[in-house]
């Protein structure tokens, strides 16, 4: 038997300690929870994404009376990036939660599926895409979305015909 070990580093960074690039991107994220159609969870996400053509997508969390209907704002964000420049690398992805009148202290975590599809975006363009994740006292910073999934599932890993 062998261990596999997996080690993933989230830094933790208050306001003053990010850079006018990140705060600008997490801003957008933080205005696109005013766009989320949330009336069953009240809680409201925004997404944005730099793509290395510096071009800013966004997207924000649209629920559905049928549950399974509703999509999360970072696929909302990055569908729109790969469908409307699907040549661009995404850069940089921040996330903002917001809910009972104010964004949250800590920063929301991605679901597993939101997870998978900033793997696959990440794998996609071969270069790593940072991940913002705001909260009102600190936000956490990761460096790819390979650390938030350690065993990705990618197109190599279905069968060949």
Known sequence: MKDIVFNTVIHSLTWDELDDRQRQLINEAKAMTRNSYSPYSHFRVGASARLANG??????????????????????????ANANYPDQAVEA?????????????????????????????????????????????????????????????????????
């Open 55 to 80: 071009v800013i997508v966004k997207g924000s969390n649209q629920e559905n009376a049928a549950y399974p209907s509703g999509l999360c704002a970072e696929r909302t964000c990055l569908f729109a």
């Open 93 to 161: 992805l921040a996330i903002a939660c917001y809910a009972e009148g104010h964004f949250t202290a800590k920063p929301g975590a991605p679901c597993a599926g939101c997870r998978q599809v900033m793997l696959e975006t990440e794998h996609r363009y071969g270069r790593p895409m940072q991940i913002l994740l705001y909260g009102e006292e600190e936000t956490y910073i990761i460096d790819s979305a390979d650390a938030l999934v350690p065993l990705g599932f990618f197109a190599e890993d279905l069968p060949k015909k």
